[in-house]
């Protein structure tokens, strides 16, 4: 057994040979290219070895299975061929293991993911843990990729082409209990006796090939090739609706499958080979996967080079509304940390509570949850109308009305109450972090940790400093943040900071050419088949028209003309239009409302006369390139730390399309001459507020770009 090996076998007493996946060097398994050899020849001698009579594959890995391929491997592919080689190496070495003449069993603990769960698709039997880490999918989709090594057609076989389908086309995952359901896993066992109920399965003979365990309307449709048409229709149309056209893995894996369905596994892995070579190619992938190496980079990341966090054993949570009550939960049920919450009555803290019982009770319904664990999760939580408990808090945020005079005092207040360490971080979304520490007695302990709403659903988290705020505070908010589940961008003091201040010109523009007669769907659907979650005035309307309103002279003081909002709030606001929260905006909502039908009364309260006069790519640049510009202003100004922060910023914020990678990866995408031209063109068109940012000239001028 040589150490420097991912694959070891060792053949047991009773005749199992146990195969232990352990990656050398790598805190998780991913499957690489060069481990076709090892596990070819472990193969031969399986093949020839008449003693031994059953094979497990188990990770030597303690929380996880195997994470996939080796997206880092795929990233290196040159070209179409040399990635539809992989996948058809995935395969080969996947055919071998199931044509195996003994019983194959992949004992699962943790972690089985893309082409982990393909190589177990391949053994016999699937026995799995019941752990809570224990997930099973296949989320190449999310890589702008389809699974390369037999997945788009193992998973329908095992599970129904509706269920496969849905979980390739979503990259579902499916926690333990749902895979025993699915009949994607044989057992699920605690992880004490995993590897001894996998060698019994291991010894038993080898089983037949079973039929997915379909019941009621999924086996009538499944039957019959009239069905299986209607689900192939129903999940196009289903996944187009989300993906606009944008992401070339959708119709490939809706082709692959059915290729597979109808034409048989060979024909099926045929196309799987060379689709996977394919979009491995695409740009939509290819920025897909740097999202995915961002991400992973910044886990690692304090938010101060070489200063560790404090630990949070406790948190005070100031004020039971929306987001206080999104905060304490996601401090509760995600970090694990109790959570007080103090408001100004009794009625904020039930709210408080309320919206976490509310959430866990639906996880309790879903089976995602046992009841006792929302029991404990809600002893977690308490509430106070006065200060009392906060003295043992390691950090306390603040979520109360946006008036600075009262977030100065509650600064105050927890100085007063809470130990001299506690840590004082405000969810304000548009004051100044540097006015609200002004009168701190310990600024370096005050940081801005702003959420986005829905707080439990928005994976960003700004977490701001100014001037004074010290490492320790920030490594330790960071260290929070994530631990509520967050991934956090650490972000300089400044309006708007960094994801308002760049949705702010993009929503002025979008109201400007509505105000210039452009029809609200017309500009909201041309903005989501851009590839935004919402368009901009549906963005508007969740926001509230009543705090943009707000929202708006702050930004102009602070930063300048540019941010002059165009002069219709006043008019709606004296309507009595906030948006979707007192159900009045640009929109109807209410009961009985079916769809999401404009507000056509609007029109005239603005004295609009809706006519399309613009095509979908000049309202694109209207509205987008002062997005960009923006960007790259908050660069210049260091508002930001890097590109790779504005990138994630803007997708997790404000879902700015994936798969374009974000406002600095489109421009460098697009070639920065071709923004600085569009954004020169338009200042001559629309207005000075276009000029491009110096920092966009200067990188012209001297042939940069934001990445390499
Ligand atoms: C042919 C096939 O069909 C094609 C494929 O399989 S494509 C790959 C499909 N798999 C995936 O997309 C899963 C990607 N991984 C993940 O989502 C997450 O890492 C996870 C949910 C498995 C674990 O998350 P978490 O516990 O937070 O750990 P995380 O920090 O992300 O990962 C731990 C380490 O494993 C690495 N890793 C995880 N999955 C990886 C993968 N598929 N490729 C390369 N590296 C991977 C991470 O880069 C990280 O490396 P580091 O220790 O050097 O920082």
Same mark, same amino acid.
């Given at each position: ?6 694959? #070891? ?197 080898? $089983? ?41 893995? &959708?119709?490939?894996?809706?082709? #692959? ?44 990341? #304090? /938010? ?11 948190? /005070?949570?100031? /004020?039971?509304?929306?987001? !206080?009550?999104? &905060? ?5 049920? *995600? ?12 009625? !904020?803290?039930? =709210?408080?509570? =309320? ?21 404990? @999760? ?47 971080? %405000? ?29 439990? *659903? ?8 100014? $001037? ?8 330790? #908010? ?8 967050? %991934? ?28 210039? /007669? ?10 989501? *088949? ?35 909002? $165009? ?78 922060? !504005? ?26 001459? @071709? ?11 629309? !207005? ?21």
């Amino acid at each position: 057994m040589s150490q420097d090996k991912a694959f #070891t076998m060792e053949v047991r007493d009773d005749g199992v040979a146990v195969i232990t996946i352990d990656v050398p060097g790598e805190s998780m398994n991913t499957l690489k290219d060069s481990f076709a050899d090892e596990v070819g020849s472990l193969m031969n001698r399986l093949e020839s070895d008449d003693s031994v009579k059953g094979v497990v594959f188990i990770s030597g890995k303690p929380g996880s299975f195997i994470a996939g391929a080796d997206i880092n491997m795929i990233d290196g592919c040159e070209n179409a061929v040399d990635a539809e080689s992989l996948a058809r190496k995935g395969q080969a070495m996947f055919d071998r293991i199931e044509q195996l003449n003994v019983p194959v069993v992949a004992a699962i603990n943790g972690a089985c993911l893309g082409g982990g769960l393909e190589l177990a698709m391949a053994c016999h039997v699937r026995v799995c843990t019941d752990n809570s880490k224990t997930a099973l999918g296949l989320p190449e989709v999310k890589l702008g990729l389809l699974p390369g090594s037999g997945g788009t057609q193992r998973l329908p076989e095992l599970v129904g082409v509706q269920q496969g389908l849905t979980m390739i086309l979503t990259g579902k995952e499916l926690r333990a209990k749902q895979a025993l359901k699915a009949g994607l896993v044989t057992e699920m066992v605690p992880q004490s006796i995993l590897l001894d109920v996998a060698v019994e399965h291991a010894l038993k003979r080898k $089983p037949k090939s079973t039929k997915p365990p379909l019941k009621g309307m999924s086996k009538v449709l499944e039957a019959t090739r009239f069905g299986r048409d209607i689900i192939f229709k129903k999940a196009g149309e289903q996944a187009q609706k989300k993906a606009q056209g944008n992401y070339p893995a &959708i119709d490939k894996i809706i082709q #692959t499958v059915r290729e597979g369905v109808e034409r048989g596994r060979e024909a099926g892995l045929d196309k799987e080979a060379r689709s996977f070579g394919e979009l491995a190619m695409t740009p939509e992938s290819y920025q897909l996967r740097q999202i995915f190496f961002a991400t992973t980079e910044m886990k690692k990341e #304090t /938010g101060a080079d070489g200063v560790k966090p404090d630990s949070v054993k406790r948190v /005070g949570v100031l /004020g039971g509304g929306l987001m !206080g009550g999104g &905060i304490a939960y996601v401090t509760a049920a *995600k970090a694990g940390i109790p959570a007080r919450i103090k408001d100004i009555s009794e009625d !904020g803290i039930r =709210h408080a509570l =309320h919206y976490s019982y509310e959430r866990l009770d639906k996880k309790v319904k879903r089976r995602h949850m046992r009841r006792a664990e929302l029991e404990k @999760t809600m002893l977690m939580l308490s509430g106070s109308l006065d200060y009392s408990g906060f003295e043992r808090t390691d950090v306390v945020i603040e979520a109360v009305f946006e008036d600075l005079n009262l977030k100065q005092k509650m600064v105050a207040d927890v100085e007063e109450h809470a130990d001299e360490s506690t840590i004082f971080a %405000t969810n304000t979304s548009s004051l100044p972090i540097t006015q609200i520490a002004a009168t701190a007695k310990r600024p370096e302990q005050v940081i801005g940790l702003h959420y986005f709403s829905p707080v439990d *659903k928005m994976p960003l988290a700004e977490i701001i400093t100014h $001037p004074e705020t010290s490492d320790k505070t920030i490594a330790t #908010t960071v260290s929070l943040a994530k631990k509520q589940g967050k %991934t956090p961008i650490v972000v300089k003091d400044g309006a708007g900071f960094y994801v308002n201040r760049i949705l702010a010109p993009y929503m002025n523009e979008a109201a400007r050419l509505l105000l210039a /007669g452009e029809p609200i769907e017309h500009l909201d659907k041309t903005l989501v *088949k851009f590839g935004f979650p919402v368009g901009p005035i549906t963005l508007l309307d969740e926001v509230g028209i009543d705090v943009a309103a707000k929202v708006a002279p702050v930004l102009v003081k602070e930063l300048g003309d540019r941010f002059e909002a $165009p002069d219709a709030f006043e008019k709606l606001i004296n309507d009595d239009r906030k948006g979707k929260k007192n159900q009045k905006g640009f929109y109807q909502y209410g009961k009985g409302v079916k769809g999401k039908p404009v507000d056509t009364s609007v029109y005239s309260l603005l004295d609009i006369d809706p006519e399309r006069n613009k095509s979908a790519e000049e309202i694109i640049d209207i509205c987008l390139l002062p997005m960009l510009n923006e960007a790259a202003y908050c660069l210049q100004e260091e508002i930001i730390r890097s590109p790779r922060d !504005g990138d994630i910023g803007a997708i997790f914020g404000i879902g700015f399309p994936p798969f374009l990678g974000g406002p600095f990866r489109y421009m460098d995408s697009q070639g920065l001459e @071709t923004i600085v031209n569009k954004l020169e063109k338009l200042s001559t068109e629309r !207005g000075e507020r276009y000029t491009p940012a110096p920092l966009l000239k200067q990188m012209v001028e001297n042939g940069w770009s934001f990445y390499q």
